[in-house]
């Protein structure tokens, strides 16, 4: 079984190796500068990194980074592991299966991200346990299966109580939702604040958990010939960090829906997390990872954190 469910990882990865998206190349990028290239998705993960590209704080850094953008995981992460790019805002399960399928990448990070499950306008539950034989769409072995199943063990009702219908791109998940296809989504932000524009209700979020599975992971070939490299980056996205910290969100959404891939409806609307400080992953949580993912036969082997994580950006 577990020999089965890596093969079948590692055809997938190899048959969406090429479609990654090249569209969004960083339009500042300089052939004599050291380059970075990182794969984002459109979550507000991805927002430090858009800011310290358009306010410069990469080339303060004398580095250029190229940000591409991706609609879903499987793409993003066949992107890294093909060499295609250094890193990837990502998550825990994603680095746990790609040492399971023999790819060289570590953990450097956290990010800070928000994962929420909301229900259509039409749908009458107002929390978890009224979800009980319900549809929820969700992208399969993923951060968002994870955070589903915590939030559904959390409210009462076992993973199987519910009908997990797998959605693998965020986008159409979102419109499942909204054209009531869907009694109930696990979306990242943007997204959950644009389904709530449209009527739908939060019924429980990764914050109210206190869960936070989302990572940046390298290529161990990137940490080790470009560390320089990812030193530099990590003190653009501080100074990200501290301008989010400051800076009312109307000052920069034009430029998240022009350049970070996010609609038009997170306008007056979109809501963003506390962000943190890069620092590395704690323990405990990269053990309930791997516990979720061994209780599902998806990885052969515990992993341990030092397997797993790299922290000397973060020291």
Known sequence: MKKTMLLVI???????????????????????????????????????FIIAREKGYFKEEGLSVTLEQFKSAMERDSALQSGKLDGVISDMLAQAFAKAGGFDTVITSLTTGSYKLVVNKNEPAQAVQD??????????NTIIDYVTDKIV???????????????????????????????AATLPEPMATIAVKHGAKVVQSSEQLALNPGVLIFTTQSVNEKEAEIRAMYRAYRKAIDYLATEPVENYIDLLIAQGGFPDDVKGALVLPEYKQPAAPQHKDIDDVIAWLQARDLIPAKYQYDDLVDSRFVR
């Open 131 to 140: 979800l009980k034989n319900k549809t929820v769409a969700i992208s399969q």
């Open 153 to 183: 063990s959390d409210g009462g009702l076992a993973a199987a109580d519910i009908h997990k219908l797998v959605i693998p791109q965020i986008p159409a998940r979102l419109e499942m939702l909204k054209n009531g296809k869907v009694a």
């Open 10 to 48: 590692t055809a997938l990865l190899v048959l969406f190796a090429g479609c990654s998206n090249d569209k969004n190349p960083d339009s500042h990028s300089s052939a004599g500068e050291p380059q970075l290239r990182i794969g984002l998705m459109p979550d507000v993960d991805s927002i430090p």
